[in-house]
């Protein structure tokens, strides 16, 4: 791939968005999602998307592109990042990518691993033991063969934990000793980034996160996950498996309180955000700065007017 594009990246509830519409309105750009939730159809306040006034102000790609039981991969929204880069580009304007998923971001900078094709009978045999005992079951087995790639999925995520086991089986080494052949370290970057990173100190991020989703309650976050549930949608889909859904969807069924729910949404929030700034630390590509205010927005313009880039 070619093309320049500015990278807005960080933990959850660090001011990731506001900073992308603010540097999008400043090179005259559009902004492309990286998040791995914010592709789904309904599930508005809880992924954080921006609002409808947000996007009004600046074109957005990649909200809203699936709904909650359709399956998305990182090769799949990559595949629709790079055509929606290539579009904004050719239409002459900058691209402002935004997201908290260190995965879709190293995909979409450094590529995929090319891995072997999905066989039919093993992924369906796989998804029928996730189904009779449960994810986390899987999950364990992947740990047991591939314990550095099962530390970074969630043991909920179904779709990856299938996707790990199925290229142990296919080619007998774990998915992780195939991503560490594909080195994004030494690989060249399919663009060209500025990589703009937000990490606020612990105590603040963790009161940023606090605020947020006291905020998503007082939003409607339980009436959204209400009406997902009613409109057909399982509590046991991966798109449910997000921080928020999980908990409401278990407040919602009986399983805790909801003072309790809110709680275990704050709780994993944090946990969630020290696993992104891993992710994102380790990338070459990122500056990292405090606040959205400690960002020059002179020397990104500067950045992106070099000759050759605008």
């Not at 400043?26 to 309904?42: F, H, K, N, P």
């Not at 592109?65 to 290539?86: F, G, N």
């Not at 050719?90 to 090319?114: M, N």
């Amino acid at each position: 791939m070619t093309g320049r594009l500015v990278a807005v990246v960080g933990p959850t509830a660090a001011g990731k968005t506001a900073l992308a519409i603010r540097i999008a309105e400043a090179l005259g750009g559009e902004i492309v999602s990286t998040d791995s939730q914010q592709v789904y159809r309904g599930m508005d306040i809880g992924t954080g998307k921006a609002t409808l006034q947000e996007r009004a102000a600046v074109p957005h790609h990649l909200l809203d592109i699936v709904d909650p039981d359709e399956p998305m991969t990182a090769a799949r929204l990559i595949a629709l990042a790079d055509q929606a880069i290539a579009g904004i580009l050719a239409r002459g304007r900058a691209v402002v990518t935004c997201g908290g998923t260190g995965l879709y971001y190293r995909a979409l900078i450094h590529g995929l691993f090319e891995g072997p094709g999905a066989e039919p009978e093993l992924r369906a045999r796989l998804e029928a033991e996730a189904e009779t005992h449960g994810t986390e079951t899987l999950w364990a087995r992947l740990s047991a063969v591939d314990p550095e790639a099962a530390r970074k999925i969630d043991r909920r995520d179904r779709v990856r934990t299938i996707r790990a086991l199925e290229v142990y089986e296919l080619t007998g080494v774990p998915i992780s000793q195939h991503q560490r052949a594909h080195d994004f370290k030494t690989v060249p970057p399919r663009y060209d980034v500025l990589g703009i990173g937000l990490s606020p100190g612990r105590d603040e991020l963790h009161r940023r996160i606090d605020a947020r989703v006291d905020q998503m309650i007082e939003m409607g976050l339980v009436e959204e996950v209400r009406g997902l549930i009613a409109r057909g949608y399982s509590p046991g889909l991966r798109a449910f498996s997000a921080i928020g859904y999980r908990e409401i969807c278990a407040f919602l069924q009986g399983g805790v309180s909801r003072a309790d729910a809110v709680l275990k949404i704050k709780q994993a929030s944090r946990r969630y955000a020290r696993r992104q700034l891993t992710w994102f630390r380790s990338e070459p590509t990122v500056t990292w700065y405090k606040s959205p205010a400690d960002v020059d927005l002179g020397r990104v313009i500067a950045w992106w007017k070099q000759p050759g880039r605008a």
